[in-house]
């Protein structure tokens, strides 16, 4: 698992920090690591709709908090609960451009043991920096 | 730790940070509690209230209450009082979940005419009230109709047989903010919550029954005033708000302002988490009639529970909702920000006031206070953990020293983190069960995150608030069923 929670770091939410040897890999982290905050087995999580994500920032983590939006987005208005499967991050003149394809299904507590519903991802705090092994990330959701 | 020297005591429950202690701060920071809650405070607290200082226009203090704990931008329990003309709004400094609050509901039932129900009762609430991740509420509406919903307020749900007269008149606001303007919503904010309306929500949102024992009046004037009238009597309290909706209203605009806060109006903050326009802008105005209409979903959800708690009572006893004098006492937001008069330096001026995590607490006399507590001053509900109890309070003409504003909870202690690695749920609820708490839960991981020791005690909390003269204890409130998101 690519991505942990934080003890010592927020108390009425919660925080993680999730890390990969790349961009994608550490989009995906921090993506399962949010999800993995509502669905306590991210495995029960079955590939049955397919939702394509295309978002563009200039700021490169500002990007990844566009991404962990559109999964709560999905949450709240179909009651998506998504992982990423394929993702692209590319730098196109003065913006960095992520392609993405999430599966999932509609949540069902009977076989999706819940924790805790995301309100929002905040900014506090919010670090995505790149490290010896890759890059990693540091952030707070709103509980 | 360095920033307690740095504290100067004020009185037994005001604590100053001087506006010397960090670079950009405007005023002092104050922070209310005890030497022990001081001591006990989160580190964080004392670093978020002096950012907030540093924020434009704020005027006199920036204020944190006595359950002060870790927030983003402004700490959990964080006031502060902006000049209009001057000063900022910052949709950090109301959360994302704008008008989370409380209600408080009476029965004229006492605690041993529901003891034999008790198990039904909580079952049926836990059926009709969805809680947890992903619940839909009951109410199907489109989109479009939606709109005009989070524009009108608590009244569009008298109109469609949700509520009685007088709740409105119980409801801050009236249960509708003026100047409620849909057109400002994003189409993502519509899709997050138009099908959330009557849903509790999570984390620590919860609906419970809870009993006034004759020991713990400790006001019986003003809890007679309040409602509270008989021995042992039972009430229901509630904390939610308005869902993903207001979420995603928070989100669109905190956006936003970054995007124009120091390009075009030269804002520099100490955490983008407090990003704000001057309130006196497009962007400000924008967010400002936003934000009411996630006030008035925030509204009209708590008011389609009641209509089901009513419900749920009337099945159960058999006797109409009526007649089981199920009256509100009040109901409070503790995330909002609204514009109010407050006397500075012996003047009137006109303020953005900022509660995060902070309820506002106006006393005697104050305007906009309904007829009947005019005299006496607002009820102010404050939740504990499910474990320990909440209180009824009043507000106090010492109120003035907060912006009449006082604490909205007991504060946690723990993160959610740790909190699951000492509780396990299914444990917890046996335990409680024995303690004469019977629990329902859409999360066991999520019961346990709300254990009673994640909590800053709730005693000690309110205390501080009535020593420090911003509200007032009325009833101490034993929890003996609860709902938990």
Redesign the interface.
Same mark, same amino acid.
């Given at each position: 698992m690519p991505y942990e929670? $934080?003890?010592?770091?927020? %108390?009425?939410?919660?925080?993680f920090s999730a890390w990969g040897k790349d961009l994608e890999e550490t989009f995906i982290a921090a993506s399962d690591a949010t999800m993995n905050v509502? *669905?306590?087995n991210l495995d029960s999580i079955q590939p049955l709709e397919r939702r394509e994500i295309q978002l563009q920032n200039e700021a490169l983590d500002?990007l990844l908090f566009d991404l962990l939006?559109e999964l709560?987005?999905y949450?709240?208005?179909e009651?998506l609960?998504l992982r990423i499967h394929q993702i692209q991050i590319k730098k196109e003149e003065h913006q960095y451009v992520l392609k993405a394809v999430a599966l999932g299904e509609k949540?069902d507590?009977n076989r999706h043991? %819940?924790?805790?519903?995301v309100?929002? *991802? %905040? $900014?506090?705090?919010?670090q995505l920096v790149k490290t010896d092994r890759g890059w990693e990330t540091q952030i707070?959701l709103?509980? | 730790m360095a920033v307690l020297k740095a504290l100067e005591r004020i009185s037994d429950t005001v604590w100053e940070l001087p506006a010397s202690y960090k670079e950009g701060m405007r005023v002092p920071a104050r922070i209310y509690g005890t030497a022990k809650l001081i001591q006990e405070m989160d580190m964080a607290v004392y670093d978020q209230i002096t950012n907030v200082a540093t924020l434009p226009g704020i005027t006199k203090y920036a204020l944190c209450m006595p359950d002060g704990h870790f927030g983003y931008g402004f700490p959990i329990g964080g006031v502060a009082a902006m000049d209009v003309e001057q000063g900022v709004i910052s949709p950090g400094g109301i959360g994302f979940d704008i008008n989370c609050g409380m209600r408080l509901v009476t029965t004229n039932l006492t605690y041993d005419e529901v003891k034999s129900h008790l198990k039904t009762l909580v079952d049926k609430l836990y059926e009709r009230v969805p809680a947890g991740v992903g619940s839909t509420g009951f109410i199907r509406i489109s989109k479009k109709e939606f709109r005009e919903v989070v524009e009108k307020g608590a009244q569009w749900c008298l109109k469609n047989g949700c509520g009685w007269e007088e709740d409105l008149e119980l409801t801050e606001e009236s249960g509708r903010m003026e100047g409620a303007d849909s057109s400002k919503i994003s189409e993502k904010a519509i899709d997050r919550g138009y099908n959330q309306i009557g849903t509790l929500g999570s984390g620590n949102h919860y609906l419970e029954i809870q009993v006034a024992r004759k020991e713990n009046i400790l006001d019986e004037d003003l809890a007679k005033a309040f409602g509270i009238t008989i021995p042992d009597q039972v009430v229901v309290m509630y904390h939610c708000g308005s869902r993903g909706f207001g979420h995603q209203v928070a989100t669109d605009y905190l956006q936003v302002f970054l995007k124009v806060m120091e390009s075009k109006y030269g804002i520099k903050i100490l955490d983008r988490e407090l990003a704000s326009a001057p309130f006196d802008s497009p962007e400000g105005k924008d967010y400002f009639a936003a934000m009411k209409c996630a006030i008035n979903m925030s509204f009209v959800n708590r008011q389609v529970i009641l209509h089901r708690i009513r419900e749920v009572f009337s099945d159960v006893f058999g006797r109409s909702a009526e007649d089981l004098g199920m009256h509100m006492v009040y109901d409070v937001a503790h995330n909002t920000a609204k514009f109010e008069r407050h006397l500075v330096n012996s003047q009137m001026k006109d303020l953005l006031v900022h509660r995060k995590g902070a309820t506002r607490a106006f006393g005697p006399g104050m305007q906009d206070l309904p007829e009947r507590y005019k005299r006496i001053g607002q009820p102010i509900i404050i939740g504990g953990s499910m474990e320990t109890g909440s209180y009824l309070l009043v507000g106090t003409s010492g109120g003035d020293q907060t912006f009449f504003s006082t604490a909205h909870g007991s504060g946690r202690t723990m993160s959610r983190t740790k909190a699951r690695k000492i509780w396990r749920g299914q444990k917890l609820q046996r335990e409680m069960e024995e303690r004469g708490i019977y629990v329902r839960t859409a999360s066991w991981p999520g019961l346990a995150e709300e254990a009673g020791g994640a909590y800053k005690n709730i005693d000690d909390v309110v205390l501080a608030t009535e020593l420090a003269g911003i509200s007032k204890r009325v009833v101490r409130l034993i929890p003996i069923g609860n709902v938990k998101g």
């Open positions: 929670f $934080l003890e010592d770091i927020a %108390t009425a939410d919660i925080a509502m *669905v306590e500002m939006q709560i987005y949450k709240d208005s009651k609960m949540l507590p043991p %819940t924790r805790a519903d309100k929002a *991802v %905040t $900014l506090h705090r919010f707070i709103d509980i | -």
